[in-house]
């Protein structure tokens, strides 16, 4: 179902106001699969809505449509599979239509409208994804798991085995919070919520910042970089933008990518040149490798274990000041290695060692068609990398042979 990581974000325009010139900024902003606009199956144009879908199909992209209908607050209400199944008739089937988003942030109460609207939706969308979004783990056991004695584990499994659910979807921001106050907060929902998208086979989809507020820093090119790339090493199949746009009334929001004039910032830039360079250099090879595991280096990270030597075979040591090694799996059962620097306003190095059942390691660009080496057993002297150098967030992936 997915060939490249999704980078979408969350849209809060209505339909009303759409604009197709809206769309080319999202795909100039390098979104593979912008969820749209919100769509109202009675007020608005379905013509025009059509319109949409085949512009994105012209364009080489992919939509996630997002329909006031199939919102699962609605899902207990008479009718709402007659309406799915209508919806999903009409628009569902338009080949530019990648997934449908429903909602987010379920609490004890409307739990089982979300398990029962998945459910019926997956019974349609059967090819697309049906995107749900649980927030944070903080915000999840206050909200939802405080009152009904279950764990994040749990009650994800549920919503996986019971609904068929095939992206779970969470949302962290301390990440940009000052002095990198909340960079375990962030690390920690990587690692707990990629232990249950393994368990359960749904993809992983993270809510990253891309919109000041609260305590939190508006983001540069840096922390864009530092955000994705952590988030893909850490096993997630999806990035969420929160937000692209500003409005005028908006209490202390402020810096987005598109300002609340609809006026490209210096933002919406900086987040183009990362994700299109990610789309380059990795968005289609990451989702054709199976996540398996993560570990820090130099500074403890979330919980994540210190990558010591055994843990691997063929990595047996890695050094630097502070970073990531994700272990990952192709389909032929091939190594790959992910490092990034976790450092957010600092270059550093990263420097690997490899075991003798390493005869070649070469880093990876152009989504496989551009190698680099490494270090090569032929070449004989110590199986090192010597020093890889990463700007802040920087990734490198590596393909063992």
């Known amino acids: 179902m997915t060939d490249r990581v999704k980078l979408t974000f969350w849209n809060y325009n209505d339909f009303s106001g759409y604009k197709p010139h809206m769309l080319t900024d999202w795909v100039e902003c390098g979104m593979t699969d912008p969820i749209s606009p919100i769509f109202s199956w009675k007020r608005h144009s379905h013509d025009a809505f059509r319109a949409f879908l085949d512009d994105a199909l012209s364009l080489g992209t992919n939509v996630i449509i997002q329909v006031d209908e199939l919102f699962l607050d609605n899902a207990l209400k008479d009718g709402y599979e007659d309406r799915v199944k209508e919806i999903y008739g009409e628009f569902g089937v338009h080949p530019a239509v990648s997934g449908v988003y429903v909602g987010e942030e379920p609490s004890a109460e409307s739990d089982e409208h979300y398990k029962t ?6 019974k349609y969308f059967t090819d697309q994804h049906v995107y749900i979004n649980l927030g944070s783990i903080e915000r999840t056991e206050r909200m939802l798991l405080m009152k009904t004695g279950q764990t994040l584990d749990r009650w994800c499994g549920e919503m996986v085995n019971d609904s068929h659910a ?3 979807g969470f949302g962290c921001y301390s990440q940009l919070m000052k002095n990198g106050a909340g960079v375990y907060e962030h690390f920690d929902n990587l690692r707990q919520f990629s232990r249950v998208g393994k368990e359960t ?10 919109s000041s507020h609260d305590t939190y820093r508006i983001p540069t090119e840096d922390d864009f970089r530092w955000q994705l790339n952590t988030c ?6 999806g990035v969420v933008w929160f937000r692209l746009y500003d409005k005028l009334i908006a209490a202390d929001y402020h810096g987005s990518p598109i300002d609340e004039f609809g006026e490209k ?6 987040l183009a040149r990362v994700q299109k360079k990610f789309n380059v250099l990795f968005g289609n090879v990451f989702s054709k490798l199976n996540y398996q595991n993560t570990y820090s280096i130099g500074r403890s990270h979330g919980g994540y274990w210190f990558f010591l030597p055994g ?6 040591g890695a050094s630097g000041r502070s970073g990531i090694i994700s272990f990952f799996k192709d389909a032929d059962g091939g190594d790959w290695v992910a490092i990034v620097n976790t450092l957010q306003d600092e270059s550093a190095p990263i420097i690997l060692n490899f075991s003798d059942k390493v005869s070649r390691a070469e880093k990876v660009y152009n989504n496989g068609q551009m190698f680099q080496p490494v ?3 032929e070449r004989g002297g110590p199986a090192t990398s010597g020093e890889i150098w990463l700007a802040p967030g920087q990734m490198e992936l590596i393909k063992l042979s």
């Not at 609207?117 to 997956?122: A, E, N, Y």
């Not at 893909?232 to 199949?237: I, L, M, Q």
């Not at 910032?265 to 900086?270: G, I, K, L, S």
Request: aromatic share 8%; proline share 0%; charged share 25%.
């Open 117 to 122: 609207g998945v459910r019926i939706l997956k």
């Open 166 to 168: 095939d992206v779970i």
């Open 201 to 210: 086979g749904a993809e992983i989809w993270a809510t990253m910042l891309s």
């Open 232 to 237: 893909v090493a850490c096993g997630c199949r």
């Open 265 to 270: 910032t210096v933002h919406y830039r900086d």
């Open 311 to 316: 843990l691997s075979d063929k990595v047996t």
């Open 375 to 377: 270090y090569s057993k």
